[in-house]
């Protein structure tokens, strides 16, 4: 009995003798493994953000160009040869192309007054406009912490209303006063008057008063004022009605957003950074 538990101690002990051998022997090939796949993880996502860094750049720089070409086309030596005809196109390539960079409302001012347009000329250009600030407004509106209201407002104090109205939840702690103190039928626009009223209170410790000009050029996502808590807000115009009793109104889009919101042309590149980097990270736990 003894013999066997003898033999059995020999085992123990052989074993315990191999043991750290094989644990040196299995830690030398599984740690310059782990080293190695993480560095290759390391490598791809600094290649991956370097081809994305260089594509943003690339295309920036071409917009650059295109933006500077389209410009001197307008404004340049050339363009007192250039048709109106010529122009609107040009004008509507700007709008579409660089609608989420700049506020493009100064050249379509310029055209309308000094463009010497007809009637159907002037119809053109506003139809332009109302693609370039429908275009803004699907993009903002489909943003899920985003809010929108479309109103009227009529002309005076008495006319004017609080959004979101007292009857709904406050988009993070802001409530906007907004009244119209002159309407323009002829030229088609507005002077707004727009105060920011921290919820619960009323006409007391209002943080943000704007006075501005609405017109159809007025495009939401360059054309919006910051208030407090990271939000934004943008008023289009949606034109100038009269009701039965002969009282002026102007219709508005009020929309509201997240001021960390980006331009659909960078978001898809960012969110595949991310959404690369999260699964990279899974992938190592």
Do not use: C
């Amino acid at each position: 009995m003894e013999n066997g538990n003898g033999k059995a101690r020999d085992w123990v002990e052989t074993i315990s003798k191999f043991l750290p051998g094989v644990a040196a022997l299995i830690a030398g090939i599984l740690i310059p493994l782990v080293i190695h796949i993480g560095s290759e993880r390391n490598r791809s996502n600094q290649l991956y953000v370097d081809i994305v860094s260089k594509r943003e750049t690339a295309d920036s720089e071409l917009r650059a160009r295109m933006f500077e070409n389209l410009l001197k086309s307008f404004f340049g030596d050339t363009s007192q040869g250039r048709s109106k005809g010529e122009k609107l196109t040009l004008l509507r390539l700007l709008a579409m192309n660089f609608h989420e960079f700049f506020a493009l409302e100064p050249l379509f001012e310029h055209m309308e007054l000094e463009g010497n347009l007809t009637d159907t000329d002037k119809k053109k250009l506003r139809d332009i406009a109302q693609e370039m600030v429908e275009k803004q407004e699907a993009m903002l509106s489909q943003i899920k912490e985003g809010m929108v209201y479309e109103t009227q407002v009529y002309l005076g104090g008495a006319g004017g209303i609080i959004v979101p109205p007292e009857s709904e939840k406050a988009y993070r702690g802001h409530r906007l006063g907004i009244g119209v103190t002159e309407i323009e039928a002829k030229d088609d626009y507005a002077m707004v008057h727009v105060e920011d009223i921290p919820d619960g209170i009323v006409n007391v410790g209002s943080v943000v008063k704007v006075d501005f000009k609405l017109n159809r050029y007025d495009a939401p996502f360059v054309d919006n004022t910051k208030l407090s808590n990271s939000v934004r807000f943008a008023i289009t115009y949606k034109g100038i009605k009269t009701d039965d009793k002969g009282r002026a109104a102007v219709g508005m889009r009020i929309i509201f957003f997240p001021e960390s919101y980006m331009s659909s042309r960078d978001r898809p590149h960012l969110d595949e950074m991310l959404q690369q980097l999260t699964s990279t990270r899974e992938g190592i736990k």
